[in-house]
Each structure stands twice: as C-alpha cells, then as structure tokens.
T-cell receptor
Framework: GQNIDQPTEMTATEGAIVQINCTYQTSGFNGLFWYQQHAGEAPTFLSYNVLDGLEEKGRFSSFLSRSKGYSYLLLKELQMKDSASYLC????????????FGTGTRLLVSP | NAGVTQTPKFQVLKTGQSMTLQCAQD?????MSWYRQDPGMGLRLIHY???????DQGEVPNGYNVSRSTTEDFPLRLLSAAPSQTSVYFCASSYLLLAGGDTGELFFGEGSRLTVL
C-alpha cells in the first residue's frame, strides 16, 4: 500500500528545535509536501520536496532522501504558535494527482 | 480574492437524508478535491477532479458522488447519509499537481463539520 508513517505526538519547549520525521513507500514516489494544521482550522502549505536535500524557509526546513523514503520537517526557535499538527503528504506515480496524507504529528510547545 | 469557499460550515443530518456540500474556488485552479478528516485517520481523499467534466475516485469514495460542470465548482453529494459519514470535510484546489514538477500547492477551504444521527 501507499503507507506514510509519522509519530503521533511530540512535545518540545519554546525556543528549542524539533524534528518531525516522515517515512513513506519509495516505489513510484514523485513528491512530498508538509502542511501545518492548527486545531479546528484548515491545513496550510509549508513546503514541497521532490529532489534530495534540504529546503530552508525561515524557521522551517524540510529534508528529503528519496532512496531512503524519508523526510523530516525541522522547526527552529519554537514559538507557542507552532503548536499544531504537521501533516506529511505524498504523490506517487500510481496516484497521479492524488495527494495522500499521513495521519499527522501533533506538536505541543510548552513554555 | 475569496480562495476556496465551502458551505455549509456545520450541518446535522438524520440517517438516510441527502445533502450537498458546496465548494467554489476563484483561482482558476484545474484541480479540485474533497477530503474527510477523522480523529486518528488523517485526511483521506474522497474524490478529485483535474478539470471540468473529469472526476475520479480517491481512497474512500463509497457513499459520495461528485460532478464538475464548471472550473469553479465541485459539489460533494451524500445521497443517503450514514453515521459513518460524520466527519469534517475539506475541499481543496490547486493548479495541477505535476508529479516531480511544480509545487501544485493545495489551498483548502475552511471545512464543513457534518454530523449524521
């Protein structure tokens, strides 16, 4: 199947750095997204990776290793407002135009 | 620019009733989709469309119908609601998700919370 695995929950302290991992089936892989979703709100786009390497965007960075079927989202200088769910989503060849989401990682940032 | 607009935001139905969730976008996006989100299950794709007159099934299509008569609108129909369809529904649109190409960032509506009794 087209499995995507993420940790269910993570906790971190304000000002710290946290890394949220995502693993996925490599066969037919064609792109990976990260979305942020605050409770009761719609998801919002954070990043897109299709090539190996690190994409940096302010306090947030996303890394991809296609051969390992692995991605991570790195959040630096954590703020209370970063408490949210972080969703990893993948496009596969067999699902062209189908963006499949993982179950998400709920991040709680404490003072 | 309104983006993606979903209506209604809240709805309570009785088992067996029918209803339509409306979705409209004003960004001239080719791609539109419907997801449902349930606790512990994440976002699951119900149906999607890559342009007017073209629709296809996602991961969980049973019990739902869609049509795409215009680029702007993509309604989701529940013909005979069941308690298992209690969920939060999100409509999302983008330029075509080009596998390996442009980002095709998905823009989401605010969601529709449906309860089926």
């Amino acid at each position: 199947g087209q499995n995507i695995d993420q940790p269910t929950e993570m906790t971190a302290t304000e000002g710290a750095i946290v890394q949220i991992n995502c693993t996925y089936q490599t066969s037919g892989f064609n792109g990976l997204f990260w979305y942020q979703q605050h409770a009761g709100e719609a998801p919002t786009f954070l990043s897109y990776n299709v090539l190996d390497g690190l994409e940096e965007k302010g306090r947030f960075s996303s890394f991809l290793s296609r051969s390992k079927g692995y991605s991570y989202l790195l959040l630096k200088e954590l703020q209370m407002k970063d408490s949210a769910s972080y969703l990893c989503a993948v496009i596969w060849d067999t699902g062209f135009q189908k963006l499949v989401f993982g179950t998400g990682t709920r991040l709680l940032v404490s003072p | 620019n309104a983006g993606v607009t979903q209506t209604p935001k809240f709805q309570v139905l009785k088992t067996g009733q029918s209803m339509t969730l409306q979705c409209a976008q004003d960004m001239n996006h080719e791609y539109m989709s419907w997801y449902r989100q349930d606790p512990g299950m994440g976002l699951r794709l119900i149906h999607y469309s890559v342009g007017a007159g073209i629709t296809d099934q996602g991961e969980v299509p049973n019990g739902y119908n869609v049509s795409r008569s215009t680029t702007e609108d993509f309604p989701l129909r529940l013909l005979s609601a069941a308690p298992s369809q209690t969920s939060v529904y999100f409509c999302a649109s983008s330029y075509l998700l080009l596998a390996g190409g442009d980002t095709g960032e998905l823009f989401f509506g605010e969601g529709s919370r449906l309860t089926v009794l």
